[in-house]
Each structure stands twice: as C-alpha cells, then as structure tokens.
C-alpha cells in the first residue's frame, strides 16, 4: 500500500514491484476507464469504425549517446515495439522534445538525425511536435516525449488468452541494452564493448501475426528485464510459468560483464526484444519463423505456462533446482530508457 | 539562420522567431512530410477511412500550483485545446510523467485528481500512460506529457483559406495565465489577484463549426501570446493584419499589472483564449454566438486581414497611430506551459 506522506523515490519509475503499486493505487483509480485498465503497451481503443492503438513514452535515458543508440533512436524504437506488441502496424509519431538550456545544436542534430532515420527505416511518420527549453538546472539535457499511433492488424493478444502449455517465447539475448547504458554512465569507466540492442520490431513481429499461429500475447521486456515481464504475466494468470534458464539466451561478454558487476541479467533493460506467449502446438513454427530474421536469429523457446496454481514465476536452473523468479524491486541502474 | 556550433538558448523554446527557426531549419528538414510541414496545432492524417487529429504537449510550467490551475489541469487542457482549433472532437490522451526523486505524493495526488477532474469534465478518456522517475536535480519537479487523439469534425480550415477583408475575432480576455505564473514565481512575490484563464474550450468552439459560417482558421496564443499568434498567421499570408488596440479584451487588474511590471500583455500566454479568423459577412454572427458562453462573453472583432501586400501585423493605437506589431523575440518569462 503506497503511503500517501511519502516521497516518490526512484524505484517508483523502475518498472518494478513500486511502479506497479503506484500506476494501480493511484492512477489507474483516478483515471479509471476500461482502456486504460488493461494496462497494455499501447491501449486498444475505437477510432469511429476503426481500431486503433494509441502510446506513449517519456525518454530520460542517461547518457543520451551510448554504444549501439541514443536517445533519439531508443524513443522511435521504443514507441514503435510498444504498438507493435499489440498487434498495430505503427503509422504515426509525435516528438516532444525538453531541452536544458545550454544544450548542444550539434548533439540535438545528431539526435534529430537519428530519429529521422529510424522514423524512415520504419515507415513512420514524426506529424506532430512539441519543443520546450528549461533553464540550466531544470532538466538533464534532454528528455524526450514519442507518443505513437497505430493499426490494428489483430485482435484478441491478450494475457487473458494465456492458458497452461502455453510456450514462452523470447525473440533473443537479453541484458546487451542495460549494459550499453551502464558502461556509458559517467562514474562507471567500464567498457565490455557491448552494443545496446535498440531495434525496432515491426518487421520480426507483424508478419507472424498475418500467419495462422496461435499468439496469445506479446510484451516487451523494457524495464526491469524479462524477470519483470514475466511476473508481470504471471500476476494476471492463475497459473505459474516456468522458464529454463539455461535456455535464455545471454551472450557470453553479457555473462561475464554480469559476473564482474553482480548484476542478474534477468533484470536488464533491453529495447528490441520480445516475450511471446504461443499455444503450445504452433511454438517451433513461431520459433522457426522467428529465426529467419537477423533480430531473431537467437530466438529460444524459454519456457511454458504450468498447470499449477498461482501468480509465481519459476526458474529452473541446472545447479540450483528451482527457484521462484521476483519482479524487480529496486532498480540498480535507473534511466535507461 | 541557425549557427550549429551555438547552444540552445530559453528563446528557442519561447514560441517566438527564434523557436520559429530551430523548428524550420532543423526539425522540419530532417523529419519532413507533408503532415508534419503544415506545422498544426495538431496533425491531421488519414487513418484508415477516417480522419484523425493528433497532437503532443510537454508542460514543464514553473510554478506547478498557480491561481487558476496547476501543471495537470494545463496539460488536460492545453491538449484539448490544440485538438479543437484544428476542428477535431477530443477523444483521447495520453500521460507520460517525469518526476523527480523526493517529489511529494500528495503533490502528485493532487495533479492527479486534477488531471482526471478536467478529463472527466471534457469527455475525454486518458487511455495510455508512461511515468519515470529522475534522480534528485535531474528535473524539476514533474513535466508531463499528454499527447492527444480527436475526430475530425470539419475539414478545410486552413491559413491558406484566409482573404483580405476576413474579420479577427479573439474569444476573450488576454494575459490571466502569464501573469498569474508570474506571481506565483518563487522570486516575484507579486500578487495582483489574477487567475489563470486556463479552460477548455472544447464548448466553445466546436458547436460554432457545425453552424453555416465560414470560419476560415483557429488558433489558441499560448506561447508568445496574441502578438506571435497574430504574426504565425501574417508571416503565412500575402496580406497583413490590422488590429485596433483599444478593441482587444483585457481586464483592467491585468492592464494595472502589466503597466506596474513593464511588460505588453499582448505578448503574454494564454491558455483558455482562441484567435479566430472569419469571413467577413460570419462575423457578428460568430461574435453572437461566442458571447452566450461563459468562456466567450469578453468575445470581441480585434481587426481584420487587410488589402495590403505584405506579412506584417500592424496595431492601431489610439494614442500613437499605426505601429508594427512584431512577434516575440526573447521570452521574458519562461515555462509558462
């Protein structure tokens, strides 16, 4: 229960356990309404005779260039998966940029050119804008606001589809985003040469969706990592998943990094990975598919949904037996997204 | 033009000539199409069989409580807003926050309730959201973000539809907001009783499209106020744009304030207030209408686009003759929205 005479802290934007608590207890009660409800990553909602989904994304990713991206790229992709995970071909972007006075003309262009180029890589259009600048102090350089309209090609993803035997899914290795931002900050003089995997996934996603699979539900393990995305599938069924984990792909510069550093890659940020959850028979078809295409080539079927009660996920490790997973509490490495 | 080896400096973000550029020369450039290029309050593009307006916002406003509103009640409205002098029906937004590490809960309640008061009063759903959570320092307070979906209701208003001789209507008084931030500035322990004019005008303006009277265009001075707003018109016509000084709306404390502070209200922000140009015969039946709402009753013809080639908005004074109205320049107040 959130206590109402406290401050907000900085694991209430982690993606983790607080954020959850927060967006529940005291957003979603206020502004309660059946599409901001279901608390998707991007709401579905009726556009005239049309369907429509509807998203946004503040970016305050620090630092704003880092090894594989930067903030202009990771706000495009980002805002992108989060359409594309539910089932809508991106269309339309607005950009609203917060910009600390001081700021470089020659980094703001760099970031304007990079938006301009995965804009057009991906078929979206920036239609609509928004420019504010605030005094020295009032902002760390540059926060950037995408906000995103799309299509939808298919109904019915929904975690409610979810159903024992159910595969999961995961589109590729995990924790090279996280790590990006983590060498690139400031106070870390780490450089394990790993390249964040910012993409946008419209063209491994969608057309899965054209074909006759059975895709119960998509997300994309941004925020506190795939340990939080799966738990936060898993709260909303009434079975447990289970997930292997040495059937998670990790690169092994990302295992090693993780070691030096005591982070659990399970709870790294990435941006151009995601969850699949598929019936069981149509998995390797998925998988197969998925292959096929450079931001999948590493694709594995992690786990599954199990015929045992609860809201709990379970790793499954070799040296360790099983253990339950937790969602991420407090997040070790905020902004880096 | 655009030095690229400067800094951004507050005036690029004021509304004026200078934000005027950066938009042009770099935004516009690099992330061209013909949505984007007509620089609209909101975008209007085709989505399927419909036509839809889309819209995006960062309020960073300074104070976040001011008489009047508060820094949600500006974001639901400033939104609306730039939906409904497009033409367009709000639907929909979104919420993205940005708050910083120690912000008070019930500072964010409070904006909260806000935000879903203003949201309900209006008919709009908040249907999407994102929150993140900056260290101590790395912002100030909050910024929000709302960007927003509406349903075209009326095609066709467009500067390019404006001729000589069209009527200049402005729907009420000028100056409440700007002077009502101002006062409420830690460093200006000013206090001249002035509340914000912040509304939607949703009421307003959209029954007026749907009577037989030729509105050619519609647009609400926030930033840089009516004088920029005037000029953002002329600068897109071949014709200028007379305005009499004495028949612009403006409370007395407002004159007072302004008088005492050095500053011209014509250059301070609005957000409750729209300009809007009319066929000359449709004057003083928009006029008529306008003045039955509560949000029109001060509703006054300001001028009219006359037969004189040129780009320039020229105020008629009573006391000093015929002068050339320029937009703003240097923004003597910052973080108005």
Known sequence: MINRFEKIQLAHGSGGLLMQE?????????????????????????????????????FVVSPIFFKGGDIGKLAVCGTINDLVVEAALPCYLSLSLIIEEGFS?????????????????????VVTGDLKVVEKGACDKIFINTSGIGRVIKEGLSIREIKPQDKI??????????????????????DFGIRSDCSALTDLLLPLLKKNLKIRF?????????ATTLNEIASELNYCIMVEEESIPIKNKVKVACELLGIDPLYLGNEGKAVLVVEKK????VLKIL??????????????????????????????????????????LPRIC
């Open 105 to 125: 003309f020659l980094d703001l262009e760099r970031i304007v050119n990079s938006i301009a180029f995965y804009a057009k890589k991906n078929k979206v259009y």
């Open 291 to 332: 292959k096929k295409h450079p931001l999948g080539k590493d694709a594995s079927i992690i786990g599954e949904v199990i015929n045992q009660k609860g809201k709990n996920v379970l790793l499954k490790t070799l040296s360790r037996g099983i253990r339950i997973l937790e969602p991420l509490r407090q997040d070790p």
């Open 169 to 190: 899914i995961l589109t590729g290795t995990i924790g090279e985003h996280g790590l990006s931002i983590l060498s690139g900050r400031k106070n870390t003089p780490l």
């Open 22 to 58: 927060l967006i529940r207890e005291l957003l979603l009660k206020k502004l309660y309404n059946p599409f901001l409800s279901e608390l998707r990553d991007s709401a579905l909602v009726n556009f005239k005779k049309e369907r429509l989904a509807f998203t946004t994304d503040s």
């Open 218 to 226: 998509m997300r994309d393990p941004t925020r506190g990592g795939l």
């Open 282 to 285: 149509d998995a390797s078809g």
